[in-house]
């Protein structure tokens, strides 16, 4: 059995902050691009997001990572995925919350926490 979970911001412009987090480590907004397939820390298979980014297939134009640089070093991302035709409960305004990732020496710091308080 899949569980799917649904948030919604009530104000999403007081989350659009992006900077330095607590500990002072920076935070980047991946876009896709024409050289830039798949968001960090992802598998190969995220191209097909790629496809969908670019045929415009999806509800709205959100998809995007965002990940945590320590030290010029990736050490946790997400990627936001917009609605698409084949998630008829999501809203064109909601992201799905795919492949969060922290690397292990940094697992139990609240990075996974603090991203997701973006997304």
Not at 60 to 74: M, T, V
């Amino acid at each position: 059995m899949k569980n799917v979970f649904v948030y919604r911001l009530q104000n999403p412009a007081a989350n659009s902050d992006i900077g330095k987090n607590s500990n002072q480590q920076e935070i980047r907004k991946w876009k896709p691009g024409l050289l830039s397939l798949i968001p960090p820390n992802s598998p190969f298979a995220y191209v097909y997001f790629w496809v969908m980014h670019y045929l415009r297939l999806f509800k709205s134009s959100d998809y995007c990572a965002y990940i945590i640089f320590d030290k010029h070093e990736p050490v946790c991302s997400l990627v936001c995925v917009p609605s698409l035709y084949r998630w008829p409960f999501m809203s064109p305004g909601d992201l799905q919350i795919k492949n969060v990732f922290t690397k292990p020496e940094h697992r139990g710091k609240g990075h996974a926490n603090y991203l997701l308080r973006y997304a």
